[in-house]
C-alpha cells in the first residue's frame, strides 16, 4: 500500500497511523519510504534533496530517483513481502511519474518504462493520494529542499499528474482531501483498506 501526494499533504502522518491500525490488527507491517530508506538510498537522497547539489540533468535525476527504488524494491519491499509483511510506503512509483516526468516535462511513458523496470513492475493494491493545492503544502515548510523549492507551477504539473493517474484508474486509488481532519482521513482509509485485507485472508484459506 503507498501514500502519494504533493508536499506538505500529511503522508508519513497517515503511514504511521495505518501501521499503527494494522499492528493493532494483529499483521506484520513494514512501513518505508522512498527516497532513502536503504543505505544506498541514503545517499541518493542526500543527492537529489540537498539544494547544495544544485542544478541536475532532468534525465540524471529521473535516474537517481529510479535507482533508489531498485535498491529499495530488492532489499525492503520484497523481503518484507516474502515473509508475509504488509509493505506501506510513503511515496513510490507514481511520486517518480508526477515529479520527474510532469514536474520536469519529460516524456511520462520514458519515465514509467524506466521506473517500471527498476522496481521489477511491483504495484501497491492501493494508492492512496492525498490531494493538496501547492501553496497549501508548500507553506507548511520554514527551509526547502532541492524539490520543495521549485516553483508553484512545478508542484502544479505534479498534482496534475497525480490526479490524472486516479483518474485513469480509480479502482487502485482513494483520492482524499488532505484538508481533512487527519482521524477522517484515517478512517477512509481504513475503510478501503479493510475489504483488501480481508480478501488477502481468504486467498490465503487452504
Known amino acids: ?13 497517515q503511514s504511521r497511523a495505518l501501521r499503527g491500525w494494522l499492528e493493532a490488527e494483529g499483521y ?15 545517499e541518493l537522497r542526500r ?11 532532468d534525465r540524471t535525476e529521473a535516474l537517481l530517483y529510479a535507482a533508489d527504488k531498485a535498491e529499495h524494491v ?7 513481502l516474502a515473509r508475509g509483511a504488509v509493505v506501506v510506503t510513503d511515496r513510490y512509483v507514481d511520486s517518480t511519474l508526477a515529479y520527474q516526468g510532469a514536474g520536469r516535462t519529460l516524456a511520462i ?6 521506473a517500471r523496470w527498476a522496481t521489477g513492475d511491483l504495484r501497491p ?10 501553496e497549501h503544502g508548500l507553506g507548511r515548510f520554514h527551509e526547502r529542499d532541492r524539490i520543495e523549492g521549485e516553483s508553484v507551477e512545478f508542484h502544479e504539473r505534479v498534482r496534475a499528474a497525480f490526479l490524472g493517474m486516479a483518474a485513469a484508474s480509480p479502482e487502485h486509488y482513494l483520492v482524499l482531501d488532505a484538508h481533512l481532519p487527519a482521524e477522517q482521513i484515517s478512517e477512509a482509509v481504513r475503510a478501503r483498506v479493510l475489504p483488501l485485507l480481508v480478501q488477502a485472508r481468504a486467498g490465503a484459506t487452504p
Open 109 to 114: 511513458e520514458e519515465v514509467e518504462a524506466v
Open 28 to 42: 506484520q507491517v513494514v512501513l518505508t519510504y522512498e527516497p532513502g530508506d536503504t543505505a544506498v538510498g541514503r
Open 47 to 57: 543527492i537529489v534533496l540537498d539544494p547544495a547539489t544544485g542544478s541536475l540533468s
Open 125 to 134: 493494491h492501493l494508492t492512496v493520494l492525498l490531494d493538496l493545492a501547492p
Open 74 to 80: 530488492d532489499t525492503v519491499v520484497l523481503p518484507a
Open 1 to 13: 500500500m503507498c501514500f502519494e501526494g504533493g508536499e506538505g499533504a500529511g503522508k508519513s502522518t
